[in-house]
T-cell receptor
Framework: AQSVTQPDIHITVSEGASLELRCNYS??????LFWYVQSPGQGLQLLLK??????LVQGIKGFEAEFKRSQSSFNLRKPSVHWSDAAEYFC???????????????FGKGTHLIIQP | GAGVSQTPSNKVTEKGKYVELRCDPI?????LYWYRQSLGQGPEFLIY????????DSGLPNDRFFAVRPEGSVSTLKIQRTERGDSAVYLC????????????FGPGTRLTVL
């Protein structure tokens, strides 16, 4: 069965410090991957995505993520966090079928990011 | 431009009642998805439409849940005989191209079943 694991339910980081949020997946097919952010009362906003090609992808708000096939991981990073980054972060994975097409996304349970002043 | 819109934003109903939730995708987007997000959880896939047809409905939890997209644009998620366990935020997303493509999410409909 397809699954996405975000091992950290909560992470607390000081403002200005670096951040890494972990995401591991288990998929039988070629994956395509996303990171979304959800602020209280807000909808899901796309941070970045990986479909193919360069395994290091850049996103909005200074975020980046690296796809590591050998580790089945797609960790999200930011070199210096801002107080406005406090939110819930979701990793999502879909499968691309060998015959073309794909399916809906499987989301992790999310990581709640807290920023300390 | 206009994003994905969902109506109503909140719906409170009684156990056993029928509800309909509406999604207006971004204009021109061919694919539409429904997800359900329970408190403290990530979104859970329900159904994916490509055009008017359901390309993948494997996420619908049981036959009380049904969705339509008759003209390939607006979609309605229908829940019969609602149960308290159906309480959640129902999210709709659309993408320009068939999956895989970037999905843009609406603000959701919060359903509360009393």
């Amino acid at each position: 069965a397809q699954s996405v694991t975000q091992p950290d339910i909560h992470i607390t980081v000081s403002e200005g410090a670096s951040l890494e949020l972990r995401c591991n997946y288990s998929y039988g097919a070629t994956p395509y991957l996303f990171w979304y952010v959800q602020s209280p009362g807000q909808g899901l906003q796309l941070l970045l995505k990986y479909f193919s090609g360069d395994t290091l992808v850049q996103g909005i708000k200074g975020f980046e993520a690296e796809f590591k096939r050998s580790q089945s991981s797609f960790n999200l990073r930011k070199p210096s966090v801002h107080w406005s980054d406090a939110a819930e972060y979701f990793c999502a994975v879909g499968a691309m079928y060998s015959g073309g097409g794909a399916d809906g996304l499987t989301f992790g349970k999310g990581t709640h990011l807290i920023i300390q002043p | 431009g206009a994003g994905v819109s969902q109506t109503p934003s909140n719906k409170v109903t009684e156990k056993g009642k029928y509800v309909e939730l509406r999604c207006d995708p971004i204009s021109g987007h061919t694919a539409l998805y429904w997800y359900r997000q329970s408190l403290g959880q990530g979104p859970e896939f329900l159904i994916y439409f490509q055009g008017t047809g359901a390309a993948d409905d494997s996420g619908l939890p049981n036959d009380r849940f049904f969705a339509v997209r008759p003209e390939g644009s607006v979609s309605t998620l229908k829940i019969q005989r609602t149960e308290r366990g159906d309480s959640a935020v129902y999210l709709c997303a659309s993408s320009l191209l068939p999956s895989p493509d970037t999905q843009y999410f609406g603000p959701g409909t919060r359903l509360t079943v009393l």
